[in-house]
């Protein structure tokens, strides 16, 4: 078995490489058909949505993410070979020093005071190091960038099926948007309005709101996080599978989700809310209209014993308050033992809204899985003829 291959995904692979004030970020995935139009704009797209969002810091001002395609892609199309993106970081030249490879004459001061709620000190404990950049560097949500830009690939051949994926912001501090998403707009309508939004709100009353409760943050020296929706259309019974706890697609697509930096839960549906409620009034009922199965509810969020029914997917996401502060909580130095204000590295206030960028590219890269996986093909005129003989809606 190939030694990077993740556990929950089943014939896509991807690899992401890089630190956050390094020379760049570098990524890597498999298992896209051949065949697939691609462009560095479509990847170069995405990333600019995830540099969006109130709440920003200074970081945002600085790097203006764009992709270039190393490999895998030849006039414009996939080739089936493994797809290689590289990022620069244009701040590179402020740290050549404090990250080079080589060994360097400079004195460069080290980190000792780990940041509550951070991989600070977990990480030194756990690698026995003295210096704390060597966490952070890694452990930053810079890494997403490249998370955005692979996912971006498995998006474009998503839509090639029928299938969009889209999000919102819907919590920001405790501000909640409890408006329904319109009816019948689609999650690539969605996304539209979402980034119209400094907020990604599209309840304008509730967007001034949360961008308040954002200044108020920032004036105290603190962060607020929140919760989003995300939404995927069109996607056909039977991704994933009952038959083991790896291979139900809510299992695969939450362990995706919680490897975002400061997600702390996920919601399937209706969620906790159904928890409370009894078994007829959670179950979504089962209907015929004269041509498909239907559904007169949605509660189990598209997924029903760890398959696709053919019903949109939705989830709901929580991030914690980023753990850098402007004003730090109390720490421990790691060299002297000594109480002291925590690290202050360059934060945001809130990085709700990018967080659902990144939380769309995560699922649309368990969704390209989980289709290659059902229907397979090594071109995308194979995959497509394969769901257009075998797929069920």
């Not at 056909?236 to 702390?264: C, E, V, Y």
Request: hydrophobic share 35%; aromatic share 4%; charged share 25%.
């Amino acid at each position: 078995m190939n030694v990077w291959v993740q556990n929950m995904l089943k014939k896509i692979t991807f690899l992401t490489a890089g630190e956050s004030h390094g020379r760049g970020l570098v990524g890597i995935i498999d298992g896209i058909p051949s065949g697939l139009q691609l462009s560095e704009h479509d990847i170069n797209t995405d990333l600019a949505r995830r540099q969006m969002g109130y709440g920003r810091g200074g970081r945002m001002k600085i790097e203006v993410d764009k992709s270039e395609i190393w490999s895998g892609v030849r006039h414009g199309k996939t080739l089936g070979s493994p797809i290689s993106l590289l990022i620069h970081n244009n701040d590179w030249e402020n740290w050549s020093q404090k990250m080079s490879v080589e060994p360097t004459n400079e004195e460069i001061k080290k980190i000792t005071l780990p940041r509550p709620g951070h991989a600070d000190l977990a990480g030194v404990q756990k690698y026995g190091y003295d210096d704390i950049r060597n966490v952070l560097e890694r452990s930053s949500a810079r890494e997403t960038t490249m998370r955005v830009g692979l996912a971006s690939i498995c998006r474009k051949l998503l839509l090639e099926t029928g299938v969009e994926v889209g999000s919102r912001v819907v919590q920001i501090h405790n501000i909640v948007d409890e408006s329904p998403i319109p009816e019948n707009l689609s999650p690539s309508k969605l996304n539209e309005l979402s980034d119209e939004s400094p907020v990604r709100c599209i309840n304008k009353e509730v967007e001034e709101k949360m961008m308040f409760a954002i200044d108020e943050a920032k004036k105290e020296g603190d962060s607020v996080g929140g919760v989003v929706e995300v939404i995927a259309t069109g996607l056909p019974f039977g991704l994933g599978a009952h038959t083991q706890w790896d291979k139900k697609l809510h299992s695969r697509i939450s362990a995706a989700m919680m490897s975002i930096n400061a997600f702390k839960g996920i919601e399937i549906g209706a969620g906790f809310s159904g928890a409370s409620k009894p078994g007829s009034e959670v179950h979504d009922e089962i209907g015929w209209d004269n041509e498909k199965y239907i559904r007169y509810s949605n509660n189990a969020g598209g997924i029903e014993g760890g398959m696709s029914n053919a019903q949109p997917i939705t989830l709901r996401l929580a991030m914690k308050p980023i753990p850098t502060l402007i004003k730090p909580l109390r720490s421990v130095d790691i060299a002297t033992k000594e109480l002291k204000d925590a690290h202050k590295e360059r934060t945001d206030v809130c990085a709700v809204p990018a967080a659902a960028i990144i939380a769309e590219s995560m699922l649309c890269l368990v969704l390209v899985d989980a289709l290659m996986e059902k229907f397979g093909g090594d071109s995308m005129d194979q995959l497509k003829e394969h769901m257009a003989a075998t797929a069920k809606y």
